[in-house]
């Protein structure tokens, strides 16, 4: 079977043409499939690696809340605390303890609001602020509910 040739190209020169234009192709998709394994498996390693890395923030922020858990129960009982432990009743939010000072003596003397803070770092929430403000302005009453008085 013989192709019809154009003059100019000649036969040998068409066909190798073909040839290096079949080549380029196959070298195309060989390394297109080369690249997309070597991409797949990069990607593979990056996902492990990110997944470990959230595993590890993760855990650290959680023994950070732990131990912030513990810190405010265990404040009572450290020498930085300036009250009498069995004058602090624990409340956890929005502040963690309210200290009546002379409570245990029968000779109430103050209240005061305690919050505890385990980081270094560590500063009021804009809501602990607004309340930091609002009992240091005194703006805090005493009210005594009669639950007798709901029966009619």
Same mark, same amino acid.
């Given at each position: 079977?013989?192709?019809?040739?154009?003059?100019?190209?000649? %036969? +040998?020169?068409?066909?190798?043409?073909?040839?290096?234009? @079949?080549?380029?192709?196959?070298?195309?998709?060989?390394?297109?499939?080369?690249?997309?394994?070597?991409?797949?498996?990069?990607?593979?390693?990056?996902?492990?690696?990110?997944?470990?890395?959230?595993?590890?923030?993760?855990?650290?922020?959680?023994?950070?809340? @732990?131990? %912030?858990?513990?810190?405010?129960?265990?404040?009572?009982?450290?020498?930085?605390?300036?009250?009498?432990? *069995? +004058? *602090?009743?624990?409340?956890?939010?929005?502040?963690?303890?309210?200290?009546?000072?002379?409570?245990?003596? %029968?000779?109430?003397?103050?209240?005061?609001?305690? +919050?505890?803070?385990?980081?270094?770092?560590? *500063? @009021?929430?804009? @809501?602990?602020?607004?309340?930091?403000?609002?009992?240091?302005?005194?703006?805090?009453?005493?009210?005594?509910?009669?639950?007798?008085?709901?029966?009619?």
């Amino acid at each position: 079977m013989k192709f019809w040739v154009h003059p100019l190209l000649g %036969g +040998d020169r068409i066909l190798e043409i073909i040839i290096f234009i @079949l080549g380029m192709l196959l070298g195309i998709v060989l390394c297109y499939l080369y690249l997309r394994g070597q991409l797949a498996a990069q990607l593979e390693r990056w996902k492990l690696e990110f997944e470990e890395r959230i595993r590890q923030e993760v855990l650290e922020k959680s023994r950070a809340i @732990l131990k %912030g858990k513990i810190g405010e129960q265990l404040a009572p009982l450290l020498p930085l605390f300036r009250h009498e432990p *069995a +004058d *602090a009743r624990f409340l956890g939010s929005p502040v963690d303890y309210v200290v009546f000072d002379g409570y245990k003596e %029968g000779e109430p003397r103050g209240v005061t609001f305690v +919050d505890v803070k385990t980081g270094k770092n560590a *500063a @009021l929430t804009p @809501l602990e602020r607004k309340l930091k403000e609002v009992i240091e302005q005194g703006k805090v009453t005493w009210e005594t509910i009669h639950i007798g008085e709901l029966e009619g």
